[in-house]
């Protein structure tokens, strides 16, 4: 092939690894692919996605190209799949390989929406905001939005210094869970009495749960990209472990037990009041977390607001865990896509903020913690009640797929 080929292929390469890196899916990711070939002339395109690589092979009359790029560490930056999204199918984007090259570049290499001290604050609300929808008190809460901001800045700090990641986890999530074990035991020497500790003390560690591979992992799978689903999944479930594995150390060294109580109990009409605006804190502050842009922020979690709330008042009502997932899952799907045509908000942006607070980590470690204590039943319970609402949460977005209408334009 011709030197301007070659371009080319390398151009699609560092824009299918940029996207994957940013947490964009697989299918999404070959869409645009797709797109961007035939701007830059590219024919017979063939895309192939690991979790660590993503290969790419063109082929004309007379000669093949195969070219293979690693993707890089994963991480999550909704911006900068919204701006790749907005490269390859605006209709005035770069068309020449090195306008594309260049523009990837500048993604890359842009600022993050917010500082570091504004996510870990809003990562303390948000966890505050978990600990009130999962039953907590004024003074569970404190603690909790306490524990999950500091565990916040502890894995900023641990990334700072290049170790892995998974590492990471398990240090920020005994870094969270040990600030709220001994913010409580100041708090019982003082005389507070806490009403319901052990939710406050797993929302001290949900911000670390990997909603955003988990779905999109699903997604994927639904999507046949089995290759880049099952590395997402295994990468997230590894994330899980590594959590809990910091939790388990705070847990059995602090004794400290995990047996569900009594929520807190609250007038109807204020119970709505307060989960709305820790839905609404919660999303946004998720949001804020995967850089999503101000106005995004916003969506998300009036979005949240709406969505949980509908899910919490049809369980409520009696539904189960997973049918209510799913339909508060269309109901996010459908209103994030009317948002992308009306005000060219993306879609992703306003949805895993949304999703990722209904993903149920308290199910996912009091699974890991019952097992490690030798409660195989109930570890078992509590483990397909995770597994259905996460399913029923990626089966509720890609059921939203039915009602799209456009399609990505050239």
């Given at each position: 092939?011709?030197?301007?080929?070659?371009?080319?292929?390398?151009?699609?390469?560092?824009?299918?690894?940029?996207?994957?890196?940013?947490?964009?899916?697989?299918?999404?990711?070959?869409?645009?692919?797709?797109?961007?070939?035939?701007?830059?002339?590219?024919?017979?395109?063939?895309?192939?996605?690991?979790?660590?690589s993503?290969?790419?092979?063109?082929?004309?009359?007379?000669?093949?190209?195969?070219?293979?790029?690693?993707?890089?560490?994963?991480?999550?930056?909704?911006?900068?799949?919204?701006?790749?999204?907005?490269?390859?199918?605006?209709?005035?984007?770069?068309?020449?390989?090195?306008?594309?090259?260049?523009?990837?570049?500048?993604?890359?290499?842009?600022?993050?929406?917010?500082?570091?001290?504004?996510?870990?604050?809003?990562?303390?609300?948000?966890?505050?905001?978990?600990?009130?929808?999962?039953?907590?008190?004024?003074?569970?809460?404190?603690?909790?939005?306490?524990?999950?901001?500091?565990?916040?800045?502890?894995?900023?700090?641990?990334?700072?210094?290049?170790?892995?990641?998974?590492?990471?986890?398990?240090?920020?999530?005994?870094?969270?869970?040990?600030?709220?074990?001994?913010?409580?035991?100041?708090?019982?020497h003082?005389?507070?009495?806490?009403?319901?500790?052990?939710?406050?003390?797993?929302?001290?560690?949900?911000?670390?749960?990997?909603?955003?591979?988990?779905?999109?992992?699903?997604?994927?799978?639904?999507?046949?990209?089995?290759?880049?689903?099952?590395?997402?999944?295994?990468?997230?479930?590894?994330?899980?472990?590594?959590v809990?594995?910091?939790?388990?150390?705070?847990?059995?060294?602090?004794?400290?037990?995990?047996?569900?109580?009594?929520?807190?109990?609250?007038?109807?009409?204020?119970?709505?009041g307060?989960r709305?605006?820790?839905?609404?804190?919660?999303?946004?502050?998720f949001?804020?977390?995967?850089?999503?842009?101000?106005?995004?922020?916003?969506?998300?979690?009036?979005?949240?607001?709406?969505?949980?709330?509908?899910?919490?008042?049809?369980?409520?009502?009696?539904?189960?865990?997973?049918?209510?997932?799913?339909?508060?899952?269309?109901?996010?799907?459908?209103?994030?896509?009317?948002?992308?045509?009306?005000?060219?908000?993306?879609?992703?942006?306003?949805?895993?903020?949304?999703?990722?607070?209904?993903?149920?980590?308290?199910?996912?470690?009091?699974?890991?913690?019952?097992f490690?204590?030798?409660?195989a039943?109930?570890?078992?319970?509590?483990?397909?009640?995770?597994?259905?609402v996460?399913?029923?949460?990626?089966?509720?977005?890609?059921?939203?797929?039915?009602?799209?209408?456009?399609?990505?334009?050239?």
């Open positions: 092939m011709s030197a301007a080929s070659d371009s080319a292929v390398d151009a699609l390469l560092q824009f299918g690894a940029a996207a994957l890196r940013a947490g964009n899916t697989a299918s999404r990711t070959r869409e645009w692919m797709e797109i961007l070939s035939r701007k830059t002339r590219l024919e017979g395109l063939s895309v192939g996605f690991a979790f660590d993503i290969t790419v092979t063109v082929h004309d009359a007379e000669q093949r190209t195969t070219a293979l790029a690693e993707i890089g560490p994963p991480a999550i930056n909704v911006w900068r799949i919204a701006e790749l999204e907005r490269l390859a199918t605006a209709a005035g984007s770069p068309r020449t390989p090195l306008e594309i090259t260049a523009r990837i570049a500048e993604i890359q290499s842009a600022h993050s929406l917010f500082s570091r001290a504004t996510i870990v604050a809003g990562i303390g609300i948000a966890s505050a905001g978990f600990a009130f929808l999962n039953g907590a008190a004024a003074a569970e809460m404190s603690m909790a939005g306490l524990g999950g901001a500091l565990g916040q800045w502890s894995r900023f700090w641990l990334t700072d210094r290049h170790l892995n990641p998974y590492g990471v986890a398990a240090l920020a999530a005994a870094a969270a869970s040990g600030s709220y074990v001994a913010a409580a035991a100041l708090a019982t003082a005389g507070f009495g806490l009403a319901n500790h052990p939710a406050g003390f797993i929302a001290s560690v949900l911000f670390l749960v990997p909603g955003f591979p988990l779905i999109a992992g699903l997604f994927d799978l639904m999507q046949h990209q089995v290759t880049a689903a099952v590395g997402r999944l295994a990468h997230g479930a590894m994330v899980l472990l590594a809990a594995l910091g939790l388990s150390i705070i847990v059995a060294v602090a004794q400290v037990d995990l047996a569900r109580q009594p929520p807190l109990e609250l007038a109807y009409p204020l119970q709505i307060f709305a605006i820790a839905s609404f804190a919660a999303a946004g502050a949001a804020m977390l995967f850089n999503c842009s101000l106005r995004a922020v916003l969506a998300a979690g009036l979005l949240a607001l709406v969505a949980n709330g509908l899910r919490l008042g049809l369980i409520d009502m009696g539904l189960r865990l997973a049918p209510a997932a799913f339909l508060a899952a269309m109901v996010i799907g459908v209103v994030a896509l009317m948002l992308d045509r009306r005000f060219t908000i993306s879609r992703l942006a306003v949805i895993v903020p949304a999703i990722v607070i209904m993903v149920p980590g308290l199910y996912v470690f009091e699974t890991i913690v019952l490690n204590r030798g409660r039943l109930d570890a078992l319970q509590a483990a397909a009640s995770c597994a259905f996460i399913l029923a949460l990626a089966t509720g977005l890609a059921a939203v797929r039915i009602f799209r209408a456009d399609k990505p334009r050239s």
